[in-house]
Protein backbone atom coordinates (compact mmCIF):
# COMPACT_ATOMS: atom_id res chain seq x y z
CA UNK A 1 0.00 0.00 0.00
CA UNK A 2 2.87 2.32 0.98
CA UNK A 3 4.44 1.58 -2.56
CA UNK A 4 1.42 2.47 -4.51
CA UNK A 5 0.84 5.74 -2.75
CA UNK A 6 4.65 6.80 -3.36
CA UNK A 7 4.16 5.77 -6.98
CA UNK A 8 1.13 7.82 -7.12
CA UNK A 9 3.18 11.05 -5.65
CA UNK A 10 5.68 10.74 -7.76
CA UNK A 11 3.63 10.83 -10.97
CA UNK A 12 1.66 13.73 -9.68
CA UNK A 13 5.45 15.26 -9.21
CA UNK A 14 6.28 14.43 -12.54
CA UNK A 15 3.07 16.10 -13.88
CA UNK A 16 3.71 19.24 -12.02
CA UNK A 17 7.40 19.37 -13.07
CA UNK A 18 6.40 18.92 -16.82
CA UNK A 19 3.37 21.78 -16.25
CA UNK A 20 6.23 23.81 -15.13
CA UNK A 21 8.69 23.76 -18.10
CA UNK A 22 5.94 24.16 -20.52
CA UNK A 23 5.11 27.55 -19.03
CA UNK A 24 8.27 28.93 -18.89
CA UNK A 25 9.07 28.57 -22.37
CA UNK A 26 5.71 30.41 -23.44
CA UNK A 27 5.57 33.23 -25.66
CA UNK A 28 5.18 37.00 -24.53
CA UNK A 29 1.57 37.07 -26.38
CA UNK A 30 0.36 34.34 -24.97
CA UNK A 31 0.91 35.46 -21.12
CA UNK A 32 -2.22 37.77 -19.83
CA UNK A 33 -1.40 41.28 -19.59
CA UNK A 34 -3.04 43.80 -17.29
CA UNK A 35 -4.66 46.60 -19.30
CA UNK A 36 -4.32 50.21 -18.06
CA UNK A 37 -6.72 51.73 -15.79
CA UNK A 38 -8.12 48.41 -14.59
CA UNK A 39 -9.49 48.38 -11.24
CA UNK A 40 -10.48 45.08 -9.10
CA UNK A 41 -13.79 45.35 -8.25
CA UNK A 42 -15.12 46.17 -4.74
CA UNK A 43 -15.91 43.70 -2.13
CA UNK A 44 -18.90 43.61 -1.37
CA UNK A 45 -21.96 41.52 0.68
CA UNK A 46 -22.93 39.52 -1.93
CA UNK A 47 -19.18 38.04 -1.90
CA UNK A 48 -19.60 37.26 1.71
CA UNK A 49 -23.09 37.15 3.01
CA UNK A 50 -22.89 34.90 6.13
CA UNK A 51 -20.39 37.79 7.68
CA UNK A 52 -17.92 36.91 10.02
CA UNK A 53 -17.15 34.86 12.81
CA UNK A 54 -15.62 35.88 15.58
CA UNK A 55 -15.18 39.69 17.25
CA UNK A 56 -11.48 41.54 15.90
CA UNK A 57 -10.28 44.63 17.76
CA UNK A 58 -7.31 46.08 17.31
CA UNK A 59 -6.28 49.23 20.38
CA UNK A 60 -3.60 52.09 20.06
CA UNK A 61 -2.60 55.16 22.14
CA UNK A 62 -2.16 58.65 21.26
CA UNK A 63 -0.12 61.47 22.91
CA UNK A 64 -1.88 63.80 25.17
CA UNK A 65 -1.48 66.97 22.42
CA UNK A 66 -3.51 64.69 19.95
CA UNK A 67 -6.85 64.60 22.49
CA UNK A 68 -8.57 67.86 22.08
CA UNK A 69 -8.33 67.12 17.83
CA UNK A 70 -9.47 63.65 18.42
CA UNK A 71 -12.56 64.61 20.79
CA UNK A 72 -13.20 67.15 18.15
CA UNK A 73 -13.59 64.68 15.27
CA UNK A 74 -14.47 61.44 16.68
CA UNK A 75 -17.82 62.03 15.70
CA UNK A 76 -16.50 61.93 11.97
CA UNK A 77 -14.56 58.75 12.61
CA UNK A 78 -17.39 56.80 13.69
CA UNK A 79 -19.44 57.94 10.78
CA UNK A 80 -17.16 56.69 8.06
CA UNK A 81 -16.28 53.54 10.27
CA UNK A 82 -20.47 52.58 11.06
CA UNK A 83 -20.33 52.32 6.97
CA UNK A 84 -18.03 49.97 7.00
CA UNK A 85 -19.86 48.80 10.32
CA UNK A 86 -16.99 49.01 12.48
CA UNK A 87 -17.44 50.13 15.83
CA UNK A 88 -14.86 52.71 17.41
CA UNK A 89 -14.81 53.84 20.69
CA UNK A 90 -12.35 56.74 22.49
CA UNK A 91 -11.27 56.48 25.76
CA UNK A 92 -9.63 59.31 26.87
CA UNK A 93 -8.57 58.58 30.12
CA UNK A 94 -6.26 56.02 28.89
CA UNK A 95 -5.53 57.57 26.00
CA UNK A 96 -6.54 54.79 23.90
CA UNK A 97 -8.93 54.42 20.82
CA UNK A 98 -9.93 51.14 19.88
CA UNK A 99 -11.88 49.36 16.65
CA UNK A 100 -13.46 46.28 16.41
CA UNK A 101 -15.74 43.97 14.20
CA UNK A 102 -19.63 43.59 14.34
CA UNK A 103 -22.23 40.92 13.63
CA UNK A 104 -22.86 43.17 10.23
CA UNK A 105 -19.55 43.49 9.35
CA UNK A 106 -18.84 41.11 5.75
CA UNK A 107 -15.11 42.86 5.03
CA UNK A 108 -12.68 40.69 6.52
CA UNK A 109 -9.48 43.32 5.62
CA UNK A 110 -11.90 46.36 6.65
CA UNK A 111 -10.42 46.08 10.74
CA UNK A 112 -7.05 45.92 9.23
CA UNK A 113 -8.09 49.45 7.21
CA UNK A 114 -9.53 50.72 10.47
CA UNK A 115 -6.79 49.70 12.48
CA UNK A 116 -4.32 51.99 9.83
CA UNK A 117 -6.93 54.62 10.34
CA UNK A 118 -6.76 55.07 14.24
CA UNK A 119 -2.38 54.49 13.92
CA UNK A 120 -2.70 57.84 11.32
CA UNK A 121 -4.85 59.63 13.39
CA UNK A 122 -2.43 58.75 16.48
CA UNK A 123 1.07 59.94 14.72
CA UNK A 124 -1.02 63.75 13.59
CA UNK A 125 -2.50 62.70 10.13
CA UNK A 126 -5.49 65.13 9.80
CA UNK A 127 -8.91 63.26 9.37
CA UNK A 128 -9.37 64.17 5.74
CA UNK A 129 -6.50 62.59 4.99
CA UNK A 130 -6.41 59.63 7.29
CA UNK A 131 -10.11 58.32 6.12
CA UNK A 132 -8.92 57.95 2.44
CA UNK A 133 -7.10 54.44 3.88
CA UNK A 134 -10.69 53.07 3.79
CA UNK A 135 -10.52 52.65 -0.08
CA UNK A 136 -9.13 49.56 -1.33
CA UNK A 137 -6.38 51.63 -3.61
CA UNK A 138 -5.44 53.06 -0.73
CA UNK A 139 -2.14 52.01 1.53
CA UNK A 140 -0.09 53.60 4.29
CA UNK A 141 3.35 53.18 5.31
CA UNK A 142 4.59 54.34 8.72
CA UNK A 143 8.24 54.64 9.03
CA UNK A 144 10.05 54.43 12.28
CA UNK A 145 13.09 56.72 11.96
CA UNK A 146 14.06 57.30 15.18
CA UNK A 147 16.56 54.36 15.69
CA UNK A 148 18.19 54.82 12.49
CA UNK A 149 20.54 58.00 13.58
CA UNK A 150 21.69 58.05 17.19
CA UNK A 151 23.35 61.45 17.42
CA UNK A 152 19.93 63.96 18.42
CA UNK A 153 21.42 66.88 16.47
CA UNK A 154 22.29 64.85 13.69
CA UNK A 155 19.42 63.33 13.48
CA UNK A 156 17.28 66.57 13.32
CA UNK A 157 19.42 67.94 10.53
CA UNK A 158 18.63 64.95 8.37
CA UNK A 159 14.86 65.23 9.59
CA UNK A 160 14.85 68.83 8.32
CA UNK A 161 16.35 67.91 5.37
CA UNK A 162 13.87 65.59 4.10
CA UNK A 163 10.99 68.24 4.82
CA UNK A 164 13.22 71.24 2.73
CA UNK A 165 13.21 74.73 2.93
CA UNK A 166 9.63 75.45 3.22
CA UNK A 167 8.10 72.23 3.25
CA UNK A 168 9.96 72.27 -0.36
CA UNK A 169 11.22 68.89 -0.75
CA UNK A 170 8.29 66.98 0.82
CA UNK A 171 5.91 68.70 -1.71
CA UNK A 172 7.74 67.97 -4.64
CA UNK A 173 7.94 63.99 -3.36
CA UNK A 174 4.16 63.78 -2.87
CA UNK A 175 3.62 65.09 -6.45
CA UNK A 176 5.83 62.59 -7.31
CA UNK A 177 4.56 59.66 -5.81
CA UNK A 178 1.14 60.81 -5.57
CA UNK A 179 1.55 60.05 -1.75
CA UNK A 180 1.08 62.45 1.48
CA UNK A 181 3.42 62.73 3.49
CA UNK A 182 3.58 63.52 7.26
CA UNK A 183 6.52 63.84 8.89
CA UNK A 184 6.57 63.80 12.87
CA UNK A 185 8.73 63.16 15.64
CA UNK A 186 10.13 59.84 15.47
CA UNK A 187 7.70 58.31 12.28
CA UNK A 188 6.84 59.24 9.00
CA UNK A 189 3.31 58.21 7.97
CA UNK A 190 2.53 57.93 3.91
CA UNK A 191 -0.96 57.33 2.25
CA UNK A 192 -0.97 56.71 -1.33
CA UNK A 193 -0.89 53.81 -3.82
CA UNK A 194 1.56 50.60 -3.39
CA UNK A 195 4.01 51.72 -5.40
CA UNK A 196 4.57 55.36 -4.18
CA UNK A 197 5.11 53.88 -0.92
CA UNK A 198 7.38 51.85 -2.03
CA UNK A 199 9.39 54.93 -3.37
CA UNK A 200 8.18 57.29 -0.14
CA UNK A 201 10.14 54.02 1.87
CA UNK A 202 13.24 54.28 0.01
CA UNK A 203 13.90 57.95 0.37
CA UNK A 204 13.17 58.59 3.68
CA UNK A 205 15.81 55.79 4.55
CA UNK A 206 18.33 57.20 2.25
CA UNK A 207 18.18 60.71 3.81
CA UNK A 208 18.72 58.91 7.40
CA UNK A 209 21.62 57.32 5.30
CA UNK A 210 22.87 60.89 4.79
CA UNK A 211 22.19 60.56 0.93
CA UNK A 212 20.29 63.93 -0.38
CA UNK A 213 16.53 63.44 -1.02
CA UNK A 214 17.52 65.81 -4.28
CA UNK A 215 19.33 62.72 -5.68
CA UNK A 216 16.30 60.34 -5.48
CA UNK A 217 13.80 62.93 -6.72
CA UNK A 218 15.64 63.41 -9.73
CA UNK A 219 15.52 59.51 -10.12
CA UNK A 220 12.06 59.67 -9.82
CA UNK A 221 10.83 62.49 -12.07
CA UNK A 222 13.44 60.83 -15.16
CA UNK A 223 11.17 57.36 -14.42
CA UNK A 224 7.93 59.36 -14.42
CA UNK A 225 8.84 60.51 -18.13
CA UNK A 226 10.19 57.02 -19.03
CA UNK A 227 7.05 55.59 -17.81
CA UNK A 228 5.17 57.69 -20.50
CA UNK A 229 6.52 56.06 -23.87
CA UNK A 230 4.87 52.57 -24.67
CA UNK A 231 8.25 51.49 -25.56
CA UNK A 232 10.45 51.98 -23.00
CA UNK A 233 7.88 50.04 -20.18
CA UNK A 234 9.47 46.70 -20.99
CA UNK A 235 12.84 47.83 -21.06
CA UNK A 236 15.63 48.34 -18.58
CA UNK A 237 16.24 51.60 -17.52
CA UNK A 238 19.32 51.50 -15.65
CA UNK A 239 20.97 53.37 -19.06
CA UNK A 240 18.84 56.12 -18.38
CA UNK A 241 18.88 56.69 -14.69
CA UNK A 242 22.21 59.00 -13.29
CA UNK A 243 24.82 56.92 -11.39
CA UNK A 244 25.80 59.28 -8.15
CA UNK A 245 29.06 58.80 -6.20
CA UNK A 246 30.15 59.60 -2.84
CA UNK A 247 32.60 62.58 -3.05
CA UNK A 248 33.31 62.64 0.74
CA UNK A 249 34.97 59.71 1.13
CA UNK A 250 36.51 59.27 4.90
CA UNK A 251 40.24 58.83 4.75
CA UNK A 252 41.57 56.77 7.73
CA UNK A 253 43.81 59.14 9.64
CA UNK A 254 47.37 58.60 9.62
CA UNK A 255 49.19 58.43 12.83
CA UNK A 256 51.94 61.76 13.43
CA UNK A 257 54.67 59.04 14.29
CA UNK A 258 54.89 55.78 11.90
CA UNK A 259 56.69 53.09 13.32
CA UNK A 260 58.71 50.92 11.33
CA UNK A 261 58.31 47.49 11.84
CA UNK A 262 61.81 44.88 12.06
CA UNK A 263 62.16 42.29 10.03
CA UNK A 264 61.13 39.19 11.88
CA UNK A 265 64.11 36.73 12.72
CA UNK A 266 63.52 33.31 14.46
CA UNK A 267 66.11 34.60 17.09
CA UNK A 268 65.89 35.57 20.05
CA UNK A 269 66.72 39.31 20.50
CA UNK A 270 70.64 39.35 22.50
CA UNK A 271 70.35 39.53 26.34
CA UNK A 272 71.48 42.50 28.20
CA UNK A 273 73.95 43.32 29.84
CA UNK A 274 73.71 43.27 33.48
CA UNK A 275 75.43 46.07 36.01
CA UNK A 276 78.52 43.12 36.62
CA UNK A 277 79.35 42.83 33.18
CA UNK A 278 79.75 46.19 32.54
CA UNK A 279 81.49 46.87 35.47
CA UNK A 280 84.02 44.17 34.65
CA UNK A 281 83.98 45.47 31.29
CA UNK A 282 84.93 48.94 32.18
CA UNK A 283 87.36 47.48 35.12
CA UNK A 284 85.48 49.21 37.95
CA UNK A 285 84.39 45.61 39.67
CA UNK A 286 88.53 44.88 40.92
CA UNK A 287 88.58 48.60 42.22
CA UNK A 288 88.21 49.09 46.36
CA UNK A 289 85.29 50.77 47.86
CA UNK A 290 87.17 54.14 48.47
CA UNK A 291 88.55 54.01 45.08
CA UNK A 292 84.76 53.76 43.57
CA UNK A 293 83.56 56.50 46.34
CA UNK A 294 86.23 58.66 45.16
CA UNK A 295 85.43 58.08 41.40
CA UNK A 296 81.62 59.00 42.27
CA UNK A 297 82.96 62.39 43.97
CA UNK A 298 84.61 63.10 40.87
CA UNK A 299 81.65 62.66 38.70
CA UNK A 300 79.32 64.81 40.83
CA UNK A 301 81.91 67.40 40.81
CA UNK A 302 82.66 67.58 37.72
CA UNK A 303 79.18 68.02 36.94
CA UNK A 304 78.41 70.74 39.49
CA UNK A 305 81.34 73.00 38.00
CA UNK A 306 79.92 72.22 34.40
CA UNK A 307 76.46 73.31 35.85
CA UNK A 308 78.50 76.38 37.46
CA UNK A 309 80.09 77.74 34.25
CA UNK A 310 76.14 77.43 31.96
CA UNK A 311 75.06 79.77 35.01
CA UNK A 312 77.73 82.23 35.04
CA UNK A 313 77.31 82.81 31.06
CA UNK A 314 73.68 83.64 31.30
CA UNK A 315 74.76 85.67 33.82
CA UNK A 316 76.96 87.95 31.67
CA UNK A 317 74.52 87.57 28.88
CA UNK A 318 72.61 90.17 30.07
CA UNK A 319 75.34 92.70 30.54
CA UNK A 320 76.89 92.21 26.63
CA UNK A 321 75.44 95.88 24.40
CA UNK A 322 73.23 94.52 21.64
CA UNK A 323 74.52 95.20 18.18
CA UNK A 324 73.79 98.73 16.92
CA UNK A 325 72.30 99.19 13.62
CA UNK A 326 75.08 101.41 11.17
CA UNK A 327 73.80 105.00 10.35
CA UNK A 328 72.42 105.55 6.80
CA UNK A 329 74.01 108.98 5.76
CA UNK A 330 70.98 111.23 3.97
CA UNK A 331 71.60 111.56 0.45
CA UNK A 332 72.59 115.12 -0.55
CA UNK A 333 70.45 116.75 -3.37
CA UNK A 334 71.48 116.00 -7.09
CA UNK A 335 72.25 119.19 -9.56
CA UNK A 336 70.05 117.83 -12.18
CA UNK A 337 67.09 118.42 -10.78
CA UNK A 338 67.46 122.29 -9.91
CA UNK A 339 64.26 125.12 -10.40
CA UNK A 340 63.73 126.65 -13.15
CA UNK A 341 63.02 130.17 -12.00
CA UNK A 342 62.84 131.78 -15.40
CA UNK A 343 59.77 129.18 -16.32
CA UNK A 344 57.80 129.38 -13.63
CA UNK A 345 57.61 133.32 -13.68
CA UNK A 346 56.71 132.76 -17.58
CA UNK A 347 53.51 129.91 -16.97
CA UNK A 348 52.41 132.63 -14.08
CA UNK A 349 52.18 135.62 -16.41
CA UNK A 350 50.35 133.39 -19.22
CA UNK A 351 48.08 132.51 -16.44
CA UNK A 352 46.91 136.09 -15.85
CA UNK A 353 46.65 136.75 -19.24
CA UNK A 354 44.09 133.91 -19.87
CA UNK A 355 40.06 134.66 -19.58
CA UNK A 356 39.30 133.12 -16.22
CA UNK A 357 35.36 131.99 -15.90
CA UNK A 358 34.60 135.44 -13.74
CA UNK A 359 34.16 138.74 -15.98
CA UNK A 360 36.67 141.69 -14.76
CA UNK A 361 34.64 145.16 -13.82
CA UNK A 362 35.04 146.42 -16.91
CA UNK A 363 33.30 143.88 -19.03
CA UNK A 364 30.48 143.74 -16.41
CA UNK A 365 29.57 147.02 -16.82
CA UNK A 366 29.64 146.99 -20.67
CA UNK A 367 27.22 143.87 -20.48
CA UNK A 368 24.73 145.76 -18.16
CA UNK A 369 24.41 149.00 -20.54
CA UNK A 370 24.14 146.56 -23.36
CA UNK A 371 21.15 144.93 -21.39
CA UNK A 372 19.37 148.80 -20.89
CA UNK A 373 19.52 149.57 -24.58
CA UNK A 374 17.42 146.29 -25.32
CA UNK A 375 14.93 147.43 -22.66
CA UNK A 376 14.57 150.51 -23.92
CA UNK A 377 13.99 148.94 -27.70
CA UNK A 378 11.67 147.03 -26.48
Keep these: MVGICLFLNFIGMKEVCRHFSTSCFLDESEL ?44 LVQKALNEHHVNATLDLIEGSMTVCTTKKTFDPYI ?14 VSFEQAVRILQDDVACDIIKIGSLV ?27 TNCYIMVQGNTVSAIGPFNGLKEVRKVVLDTMKNIHPIYNIKTLMIKRELAKDSELRSQSWERFLPQFKHKNVNKRKEPKKKTVKKEYTPFPPPQPESQIDKELASGEYFLKASQKKRQKMEAVKAKQAEALSKRQEERKKAFIPPKEKPVVKPKEASTETKIDVAAIKEKVKKAKNKKLGALTAEEVKLKMEADEKKKKKK
Design 32 to 75: LTVPDGWKEPAFSREDNPRGLLEESSFATLFPKYREAYLKDCWP
Design 111 to 124: IIRARDLIKLLARS
Design 150 to 176: RNKERFVKRRQRLIGPKGSTLKALELL
